[in-house]
């Protein structure tokens, strides 16, 4: 994957180059480029910007760079996590109503597949919430622990997809996370650093 990344990095980085060669040679004898070619010009180079930086971030999600155990930042892994599934909620039409605490640090064995929970957990919750209803994002410290928790709209509602909760149930105990999912509300509880 990371190799697919790269490859699909090239021809950004060629269209930016091009890009900088035809702006070099729309400037007239004044050096600079016309105004009204300067506002595409720089439109082209926002949006290859912004592709970078989205194919960027997808990496950073999913690409696996092996395990590692030790500290992160919960806080910010939790914005990051909301960025990369901000489309998933807007399709669906619903409110995120986020509340994170700053820099709350958790200690785990892997820390690769705490944005893995979240996005889970965040999936269910869009699954399971009617459009035009709102999903709580929240990381909050309590006591010697960082809660992690989602709140959707369903209530009590079924699960739709049991082996996954089960799967992160599994994998949470493994990694000595606790695991609570009741009704509409689903819980991470991390040792605090």
């Given at each position: 994957?990371?190799?697919?990344?790269?490859?699909?990095r090239?021809?950004?980085?060629a269209?930016?180059?091009?890009?900088?060669?035809?702006?070099?040679?729309?400037?007239?004898?004044?050096?600079?480029?016309p105004?009204?070619?300067?506002?595409?010009?720089?439109?082209?180079?926002?949006?290859?910007?912004?592709?970078?930086?989205?194919?960027?971030?997808?990496?950073?999600?999913?690409?696996?760079?092996?395990?590692?155990?030790?500290?992160?930042?919960?806080?910010?892994?939790?914005?990051?996590?909301?960025?990369?599934?901000?489309?998933?909620?807007?399709?669906?039409?619903?409110?995120?109503?986020?509340?994170?605490?700053?820099?709350?640090?958790?200690?785990?064995?892997?820390?690769?597949?705490?944005?893995?929970?979240?996005?889970?957990?965040?999936?269910?919750?869009?699954?399971?919430?009617?459009?035009?209803?709102?999903?709580?994002v929240?990381?909050?410290?309590?006591g010697?622990?960082?809660?992690?928790?989602?709140?959707?709209?369903?209530?009590?509602?079924?699960?739709?997809?049991?082996?996954?909760?089960?799967?992160?149930?599994?994998?949470?105990?493994?990694?000595?996370?606790?695991?609570?999912?009741r009704?509409?509300?689903?819980?991470?509880?991390?040792?605090?650093?």
């Open positions: 994957m990371d190799s697919l990344l790269h490859d699909v090239n021809p950004l980085n269209l930016s180059i091009n890009l900088e060669v035809l702006s070099e040679k729309l400037k007239g004898e004044t050096g600079e480029v105004p009204s070619q300067a506002k595409n010009i720089k439109a082209m180079r926002d949006q290859i910007q912004r592709v970078d930086g989205i194919l960027r971030q997808f990496a950073d999600f999913i690409v696996f760079r092996g395990s590692t155990g030790g500290e992160v930042v919960l806080s910010e892994l939790a914005k990051r996590s909301l960025d990369v599934i901000a489309h998933e909620s807007r399709r669906r039409r619903l409110k995120l109503n986020v509340a994170i605490e700053p820099d709350l640090r958790v200690k785990l064995q892997d820390t690769s597949e705490v944005s893995f929970f979240l996005i889970q957990s965040l999936l269910r919750a869009f699954g399971r919430s009617e459009a035009s209803t709102e999903v709580t929240a990381v909050r410290a309590e010697s622990q960082a809660v992690l928790e989602v709140k959707d709209s369903a209530g009590s509602a079924p699960e739709s997809a049991p082996d996954i909760i089960a799967a992160l149930g599994l994998r949470c105990a493994q990694l000595g996370v606790e695991f609570q999912v009704g509409d509300v689903c819980r991470f509880i991390f040792a605090r650093v």
